[in-house]
């Protein structure tokens, strides 16, 4: 099983609409745990980290279920310039990151 | 914020012929640097952990011979794709850590290599 798995998408939405998407991971004692954004070509970069609570930056909603082992992202209001491959990254107790394999979101006009 | 750069941003090589790729954190010390590789439409998949000063741990099934790494400096570390083939050809990232970061790693810009 992989440490981290995705839906591949590809979720293709019109502009101003809500697109949400998760990710689980295998390792029960995980303890950080971040969305990247990856744009085509380019490295990632880091979008938001998740927190137990759940959290919010502008359009971009984080939750973390621990019990279930799954992380969700949630896009209100999408822009074109939200079209890109999001990251599930995974943060097992060492300093090496988990990624998966990236959720693709397409927003059009 | 941290910058990393990476040096070349994309290589074009013969098979047969070994490619050095830098990875420089240009305002901090990184206490460790990562090298990912990423072919397209995968995730990115961690290559080595390189630490200043010590030998790069590899991760199972990454030829240590093939993919040197040097990690001379606190700011910089190397990897040598050694006798390079077409399959070796994708997408190298490094990111840099320090302790600091609580966790987040800081890409380089990525160098894409192709071999033919």
């Known amino acids: 099983r992989k440490e981290v798995e995705q839906d591949p998408g590809p979720f293709n939405v019109p502009e101003g609409a809500t697109v949400a998407f998760n990710c689980t991971y295998s390792n029960s004692a995980s303890q950080s745990f971040f969305w990247y954004r990856q744009d085509c070509r380019k490295e990632p970069k880091l979008l938001m980290s998740?927190?137990?609570s759940g959290n919010e930056d502008g359009r971009f909603t984080a939750q973390l279920n621990r019990a279930s082992q799954y992380i969700s992202l949630l896009i209100r209001d999408s822009k074109l310039s939200d079209s890109a491959t999001y990251l599930c990254v995974v943060n097992p107790p060492n300093v090496k990151l988990s990624f998966g394999a990236g959720t693709t979101v397409t927003v059009r006009a | 914020g941290a910058v990393v750069s990476q040096h070349p941003s994309w290589v074009i090589c013969k098979s047969g012929t070994s490619v050095k790729i830098e990875c420089r954190s240009l305002d901090f010390q990184a206490t460790t640097m990562f090298w990912y590789r990423q072919f397209p439409k995968q995730s990115l998949m961690l290559m080595a952990t390189?630490?200043?000063?010590?030998?790069?741990?590899?991760e199972q099934g990454v030829e240590k011979d093939k993919f040197l790494i040097n990690h001379a400096s606190l700011t910089l570390s190397t990897l040598t794709v050694t006798s390079a083939h077409p399959e070796d050809s994708s997408f190298y990232i490094c990111?840099?850590?320090?302790?600091?970061?609580?966790?987040?790693?800081?890409f380089g810009p990525g160098t894409r290599l192709t071999v033919l």
């Open positions: 990111s840099a850590w320090t302790e600091s970061s609580y966790n987040e790693q800081f």
């Open positions: 998740v927190y137990s």
């Open positions: 390189s630490n200043e000063g010590s030998k790069a741990t590899y």
